[in-house]
């Protein structure tokens, strides 16, 4: 396994992979550049066939192995997205594929997995688990390990995606990439050195696994357990990439996960594009950092587009919440026949749906005479709900907004 490569060998790699994965959009964002105070452009990596853009780096390591070594077969460790990315190119080559994947590893992509081809292994309630694990049976069986990012090869094929991204929009001044293991932004940072030297790249962590921005910053920083992002949950970054980023890479950024959360709300909304949470860490990076890209040219790349469905539904109702759309109320009312009537009309003229109604009569501490009524109400804007909330009041139904 090569340990370096260059902007040659991502040339290369733009070759091999012409007609093997999508040259997917690279499109100007007209409202999210108005909202964000810069010019955004998308790079839909989530339109892959596996909505990834691990299948480049996977298909030009596949492609450079021996006839002997496809033979024997690869195995890859991997939470979700490079598992996909080298079970559909291993099985449109006909190469034996072992995937071993963490327990925890969303069953979204744990199917999708299975359905191309793969024999997928559940193993560790950790990715370190896994990795072990996957790297013993590689060695007993003689097995290629592809690596999701600490590999040239990798790398390289990554890389792709900034090439495609200048040559179909020639005004980018500045590329914001999310980091894992680095091997996407390190492929992006040699391309970008080479075309376009005075482009700035910015490399985008989830706060709860910061490991690359503590070594470029050289200031430790506990990971966490858990995140929305969990493409990008790496402990550690890469031998091969953490000296590129280095060089090239301008900063490492943190996003928060209500950022995250938000910006995946905003794509959805607004470009009525899927993502998941690592995928969005570029558009989170640019809520919080403002001031940094104010009047800039920003490439942003949407690694990846596959999320669970009940997490984006959780997702989409806590933004609702946070945006004045859904709001929980509390009624005090009278406990007399046609009082919840009375309630049910008023809301509806004061503009509100009701989307859940909760009557309470024993967990309260209002007197026998008296009812407690919770209440969820569609509705278009925190503004809104303080007027339902006045006119609620003005009727002689005292109110307040919960939780």
């Not at 298909?59 to 990315?85: D, M, Y």
């Not at 990439?241 to 709300?265: F, N, R, W, Y």
């Not at 967990?363 to 209440?375: G, H, I, N, Y």
Request: glycine residues 10%; contains cysteine; aromatic residues 4%.
């Amino acid at each position: 396994m090569s340990t370096t490569f260059s902007f040659a060998d991502i040339q290369t790699a733009a070759d091999r992979l012409r007609g093997e994965v999508l040259d997917t959009p690279c499109l100007h964002s007209r409202t999210l550049s108005a909202l964000l105070g810069c010019e955004v452009y998308l790079k839909f990596e989530n339109l892959q066939f596996t909505a990834s853009f691990k299948e480049r780096g996977a298909f030009n390591k596949l492609a450079q192995l021996s006839a002997e070594e496809r033979a024997a077969g690869v195995l890859a460790v991997s939470a979700g997205n490079h598992a996909q990315g080298v079970a559909y190119h291993a099985q449109r080559m006909g190469i034996p594929a072992t995937i071993v994947m963490p327990r925890f590893a969303p069953a979204v992509k744990v199917d999708n997995t299975r359905r191309f081809g793969a024999t997928v292994l559940l193993h560790g309630e950790t990715f370190d688990d896994a990795r072990a694990h996957g790297l013993a049976l590689a060695a007993e069986r003689g097995l290629t390990v592809v690596h999701p990012f600490d590999d040239a090869a990798i790398a390289a094929g990554q890389g792709t995606v900034a090439l495609e991204m200048f040559a179909a929009q020639s005004r980018i001044d500045t590329l914001v990439v999310p980091v894992g293991g680095g091997g996407l932004i390190a492929g992006m940072a040699t391309a970008a050195a080479a075309l376009r030297p005075g482009c700035r790249v910015y490399g985008v962590q989830t706060e709860r696994f910061p490991t690359t921005w503590s070594a470029v910053h050289d200031t430790p920083r506990p990971s966490g357990s858990a995140t929305i992002a969990d493409g990008i949950a790496v402990k550690a970054p890469g031998v091969v990439t953490l000296p590129v980023i280095k060089q090239h890479v301008a900063d490492v950024l943190l996003a928060s996960e209500g950022d995250i959360e938000q910006a995946i709300l905003m794509l959805l909304e607004i470009e009525k594009t899927v993502v998941e949470g690592a995928g969005a860490v570029g558009i989170a990076a640019l809520l919080r950092h403002r001031d940094l890209f104010a009047g800039r040219h920003v490439g942003v790349v949407l690694s990846g587009g596959n999320i669970q469905p009940l997490v984006l539904a959780g997702i989409v109702e806590r933004g609702m919440v946070r945006s004045g759309r859904l709001a929980r109320l509390r009624l005090d009312l009278r406990d007399v026949p046609g009082a919840l009537a009375d309630v049910a009309r008023l809301l509806g003229e004061l503009g509100a749906n009701i989307d859940e109604l909760q009557h309470q009569r024993a967990f309260t501490a209002l007197s026998l005479e008296r009812v407690q009524v919770e209440v969820v109400l569609q509705t278009r804007d925190a503004a809104h709900i303080a007027q339902i909330i006045d006119g609620l009041r003005a009727h002689g139904c005292p109110a307040e907004q919960v939780g």
